[in-house]
């Protein structure tokens, strides 16, 4: 016979196993069994308790100390509720048989893990109601109570909160024991309506009337719950205390009543979680593909705008095109820099995501790629770069062709005044009705045409170089320039050809000709290189110049300073021509000779030089000016560059220590994740304050391109680098963050502690030897086995497979916390969402679209209903749905 009386206090397992359901109770006393109400409640409910398991055999007892005295239907009741086999009973009437059959049925309940206290065979089989109440108390703990466990709780403490959390809403209950909490009646009519809502009018109810209230619910769970009635409503209200193992009883039978709608309400949960998971990242997925495509057209859309080089006619015009880019460069790009900032963003989020809910990375449609979007922002900004060149380019062409035109219509209007009257003056015969002294005069005059004319050939080439240049260079007014050129060029054939026959004319009477006045021949020999030297003076002092730097002015006003210095020589040779005119006055009056007034061998006359000189020696000063002013403005421009250099060499380097800090600080541990967003936050701040520094060298650098400087010596620095820079900087810190967001991420998805994330981070940093967060394969497998992985190949690739799908060579932190979150906890999987679609279809292998919309929420029924495929299955009924392909379907397909 089994001794339970030297059972210890504790009901526990063997040795080493786990522990038992609950301890036995030691409040089992008999000293508190004497209470005559207590013990009536518990005949009653445990006499029910039992019966309703006993009809299942076809049997029943009637008072629950004599029925179980021969053992006979107390091994009967153990075999119905644990669905196992006992040993066969003996059938005889004597007491050793009787003690015999109650012996198997104890020696099965210590079989189950319960160690019996104070309770033995002999005194069952005496009819000890004490004893069989408690024996048959730990019966119903063991089969009844002790698979009760919510949250991890045991199982009369699991049974408790069952009660709290089903009865929380209701007004005027408030479950917080197994007694007084149930004397009203109206927790046990709210566990019936939270499960039944049909079968109860709760509203109705009244605290004040507790007998209605408690027989209402026994009726009702007896009438359509199949819940025997266990309990008299008069016992339980006349009872100060009702007994706790009675209502627990009663208790336990609602909840295995409702156990079906629990797993029913676990399953359809598990189902509403995922599926919120996977219209959360639908959702996310959508976004990502609009903003691709949007900032993909706008590029597609910009590109051919920046790559067209049809020039402009006029400077002006392209000053409004140059114009035109800074406004896109200030005011149309800038927000799609930040839109792709953000585009990278959502989808290293949504990929984090994608891996914390054990889903499939997201794949982007074709051309939609962040690698897509990077080479269409890379061809953008090659586009960018070739039009401000173009621009730039066209601008200094513009410039150089306005220079040219202006020195073509200035030398051309010179030539041409110069010309007038000349083909009238080659073919006059005033040489036929001329004397001799006339005709040797007009023949020494037509040699000092022919010196004039030989001295204003260059003019001509210069002329017709001039149109060559502005040819070359595609200038807009080429057809009238050209025709002018070619008249000049004709006109110039025609005066050569003139000036010859004139001169063969005049060489024909040449020997009937001797007088000529040396004199005049002098003085217009003299005259005319003179007079052709301050032409060419003014011209020159005239002449329109444009220069880039203040080295070339200075060149200029060296070369005019120098020009300066030969003007005593000049008015020397002046006062030495109007000197041979003055002796001709002094010979003429001394010799009494009428002279005709004009010299007869030039046109060239004393005031004329005289007025020429004088308008050189305006001329002088004013060239002083235009010189003086110029050196100014390059002076202005070269203070432009030296204040754009000083910004830009301090916004350069602090660019570039900035983008240093930003990659130290994402490798470095201090503190926690939050403190280290706070950080990076408070850093990002520090960096957007910082913009107006930007601002001012991009407003310097629009004063610089408005003055046409093209270089600058005083910095290695472009606006263009900068800018570039400056929008690495802002999208470095941006994905930085990011990081550290995915990383709280996935430590709170994961249940990641931050000591454990301090310990992978320190691992991470020790085997990055090169500080750049990305290690190669030799470092990380020495990183694995400093975390105790024991790694053979096989293993080793697997754990590449995951860390590094892509074959790169290269494992971030990222991706190294992904896998050391996923190694060490649990996620919804595919059998998993399988199981509890199951569940709602009561184990059936397809679903209803009428159990979706009554199980789960209206939106996410219908969310599964429109995805949910036919099931094709040889048990298939009208209308049912494949639940399991579409649970496979939302861990292995990425275009859900």
């Known amino acids: 016979m089994v001794d339970y009386h030297a059972a210890n206090n504790q009901a526990q397992y063997s040795a080493g196993g786990p522990p038992s359901y609950m301890e036995q109770e030691n409040d089992w006393d008999r000293d508190l069994l004497l209470d005559p109400a207590w013990e009536k409640q518990q005949r009653k409910t445990f006499t029910a308790w039992c019966n309703s398991h006993l009809r299942k055999a076809g049997t029943q007892i009637e008072n629950i100390e004599e029925d179980f005295r021969d053992g006979l239907k107390l091994m009967l009741l153990l075999e119905v509720i644990s669905g196992e086999r006992l040993p066969k009973p003996e059938r005889g009437k004597m007491r050793v048989h009787k003690i015999n059959n109650v012996n198997k049925a104890l020696d099965f309940i210590a079989s189950k893990g319960v160690k019996?206290?104070?309770?033995?065979?002999?005194?069952?089989?005496?009819g000890n109601v004490k004893m069989t109440l408690g024996m048959i108390w730990t019966i119903i703990?063991?089969?009844?109570?002790?698979?009760?466990?919510?949250?991890?709780?045991?199982?009369?403490?699991?049974?408790?909160?069952?009660?709290?959390?089903?009865?929380?809403?209701?007004?005027?209950?408030?479950?917080?024991?197994?007694?007084?909490?149930?004397?009203?009646?109206?927790?046990?009519?709210?566990?019936?309506?939270?499960?039944?809502?049909?079968?109860?009018?709760?509203?109705?109810?009244?605290?004040?009337d507790p007998v209605t209230n408690l027989n209402n619910a026994f009726e009702v769970a007896e009438k359509y719950l199949d819940i025997p009635k266990m309990l008299d409503a008069e016992d339980i209200v006349g009872t100060l205390r009702p007994d706790e193992k009675a209502i627990m009883t009663y208790v336990s039978c609602f909840y295995h009543a409702f156990s079906g709608a629990q797993k029913a309400e676990t399953a359809a949960n598990r189902i509403c979680k995922v599926l919120a998971v996977n219209q959360e990242n639908e959702h996310l997925m959508e976004d990502y593909e609009k903003l691709a495509s949007d900032l993909l057209e706008w590029i597609r859309r910009t590109i051919p705008w920046l790559e067209n080089r049809a020039p402009e006619k006029t400077m002006a015009e392209m000053q409004q095109k140059l114009e035109d880019f800074r406004d896109y460069r200030r005011v149309h790009k800038p927000p799609k820099v930040q839109e792709k900032c953000q585009l990278?963003?959502?989808?290293n989020t949504l990929q984090t995501k994608l891996r914390l809910s054990n889903r499939p990375a997201f794949m982007p449609s074709e051309g939609r790629m962040v690698s897509d979007i990077n080479g269409a922002w890379h061809n953008l900004e090659g586009a960018e770069k070739g039009y401000e060149e173009w621009l730039?380019?066209?601008?200094?062409?513009?410039?150089?062709?306005?220079?040219?035109?202006?020195?073509?219509?200035?030398?051309?209007?010179?030539?041409?005044?110069?010309?007038?009257?000349?083909?009238?003056?080659?073919?006059?015969?005033?040489?036929?009705?001329?004397?001799?002294?006339?005709?040797?005069?007009?023949?020494?005059?037509?040699?000092?045409?022919?010196?004039?004319?030989?001295?204003?050939?260059?003019?001509?080439?210069?002329?017709?170089?001039?149109?060559?240049?502005?040819?070359?260079?595609?200038?807009?007014?080429?057809?009238?320039?050209?025709?002018?050129?070619?008249k000049i060029c004709e006109q110039w054939d025609t005066l050569g050809s003139l000036t010859q026959s004139r001169r063969e004319s005049l060489e024909r009477t040449e020997k009937q000709l001797e007088s000529i006045d040396e004199?005049?021949?002098?003085?217009?020999?003299?005259?005319?290189?003179?007079?052709?030297?301050?032409?060419?003076?003014?011209?020159?002092?005239?002449?329109?110049?444009?220069?880039?730097?203040?080295?070339?002015?200075q060149g200029l006003i060296t070369a005019h300073e120098q020009f300066k210095s030969t003007l005593p020589e000049a008015d020397k040779e002046r006062e030495?021509?109007?000197?041979?005119?003055?002796?001709?006055?002094?010979?003429?009056?001394?010799?009494?000779?009428?002279?005709?007034?004009?010299?007869?061998?030039?046109?060239?006359?004393?005031?004329?030089?005289?007025?020429?000189?004088?308008?050189?020696?305006?001329?002088?000063?004013?060239?002083?000016?235009?010189?003086?002013?110029?050196?100014?403005?390059?002076?202005?421009?070269?203070?432009?560059?030296?204040?754009?250099?000083?910004?830009?060499?301090?916004?350069?380097?602090?660019?570039?220590?900035?983008?240093?800090?930003?990659?130290?600080?994402?490798?470095?541990?201090?503190?926690?994740?939050?403190?280290?967003?706070?950080?990076l936050r408070q850093y990002e701040q520090s960096i957007i304050e910082y913009k107006p520094n930007i601002d001012q060298l991009e407003g310097d650098h629009q004063l610089i391109q408005e003055a046409l400087i093209f270089d600058n010596k005083y910095t290695t620095y472009t606006m263009e680098h900068l800018r570039v820079g400056w929008e690495q900087l802002l999208t470095t810190i941006a994905r930085t963050i990011n990081e550290i967001e995915n990383q709280i991420l996935t430590r709170d998805a994961k249940g990641i502690?931050?000591?454990?994330l301090h310990e992978y981070r320190a691992s991470f940093n020790h085997f990055d030897k090169k500080r750049t967060g990305i290690m190669?394969?030799?470092?990380?497998?020495?990183?694995?086995?400093?975390?105790?992985?024991?790694?053979?190949?096989?293993?080793?690739?697997?754990?590449?497979?995951?860390?590094?799908?892509?074959?790169?060579?290269?494992?971030?932190?990222?991706?190294?916390?992904?896998?050391?979150?996923?190694?060490?906890?649990?996620?919804?999987?595919?059998?998993?969402?399988?199981?509890?679609?199951?569940?709602?279809?009561?184990?059936?292998?397809?679903?209803?679209?009428?159990?979706?919309?009554?199980?789960?929420?209206?939106?996410?029924?219908?969310?599964?209903?429109?995805?949910?495929?036919?099931?094709?299955?040889?048990?298939?009924?009208?209308?049912?749905?494949?639940?399991?392909?579409?649970?496979?379907?939302?861990?292995?397909e990425s275009d859900l």
């Open 116 to 126: 019996l206290v104070s309770i033995g065979a002999e005194e069952i089989v005496d």
């Open 141 to 208: 703990l063991r089969f009844a109570i002790q698979d009760i466990s919510v949250e991890e709780t045991s199982a009369k403490e699991g049974l408790l909160l069952w009660c709290q959390r089903k009865t929380a809403p209701y007004k005027n209950v408030n479950v917080q024991n197994f007694h007084i909490s149930w004397k009203d009646g109206l927790a046990f009519n709210a566990l019936i309506h939270r499960h039944r809502p049909e079968l109860i009018d709760y509203d109705k109810l009244r605290k004040d």
């Open 344 to 347: 990278e963003i959502n989808f």
């Open 392 to 486: 730039l380019n066209e601008i200094r062409r513009l410039e150089r062709l306005d220079h040219l035109a202006e020195k073509f219509r200035q030398k051309a209007a010179i030539h041409e005044s110069w010309t007038d009257g000349k083909e009238a003056m080659l073919t006059q015969k005033d040489y036929e009705t001329a004397s001799l002294s006339e005709v040797k005069a007009l023949l020494r005059k037509h040699e000092a045409f022919e010196s004039d004319l030989a001295a204003h050939q260059d003019r001509v080439e210069q002329i017709a170089a001039i149109a060559q240049e502005l040819n070359e260079l595609d200038y807009y007014d080429s057809p009238s320039v050209n025709a002018r050129c070619q």
């Open 519 to 553: 004199l005049y021949l002098e003085y217009a020999k003299r005259a005319a290189p003179f007079n052709n030297w301050m032409e060419g003076a003014m011209e020159d002092l005239q002449d329109m110049f444009i220069v880039h730097n203040i080295e070339e002015i």
């Open 576 to 679: 030495a021509i109007q000197a041979i005119q003055a002796e001709v006055q002094k010979i003429a009056q001394y010799n009494g000779i009428k002279l005709s007034g004009t010299n007869p061998y030039t046109t060239i006359t004393p005031q004329s030089i005289n007025s020429k000189w004088e308008q050189v020696q305006q001329l002088v000063p004013q060239r002083d000016q235009a010189l003086q002013e110029e050196l100014s403005k390059q002076q202005s421009n070269d203070h432009l560059r030296r204040q754009f250099a000083s910004q830009a060499n301090m916004v350069g380097p602090w660019i570039q220590n900035k983008m240093e800090e930003i990659g130290r600080i994402s490798i470095e541990m201090n503190g926690t994740l939050e403190d280290q967003l706070t950080h």
């Open 753 to 756: 502690s931050q000591e454990q």
């Open 776 to 892: 190669d394969t030799d470092d990380f497998r020495a990183l694995l086995i400093s975390t105790g992985n024991s790694l053979g190949d096989a293993e080793f690739a697997r754990i590449m497979g995951i860390v590094d799908p892509n074959n790169t060579g290269a494992v971030t932190f990222q991706a190294f916390i992904d896998f050391m979150s996923r190694e060490t906890t649990d996620t919804d999987t595919a059998d998993q969402v399988i199981a509890s679609f199951k569940i709602l279809a009561g184990d059936k292998n397809y679903i209803t679209a009428e159990e979706l919309r009554r199980e789960l929420p209206p939106d996410q029924a219908e969310y599964c209903i429109a995805r949910m495929a036919p099931y094709t299955g040889p048990d298939a009924a009208p209308g049912a749905l494949d639940y399991m392909s579409f649970s496979t379907a939302l861990y292995g």
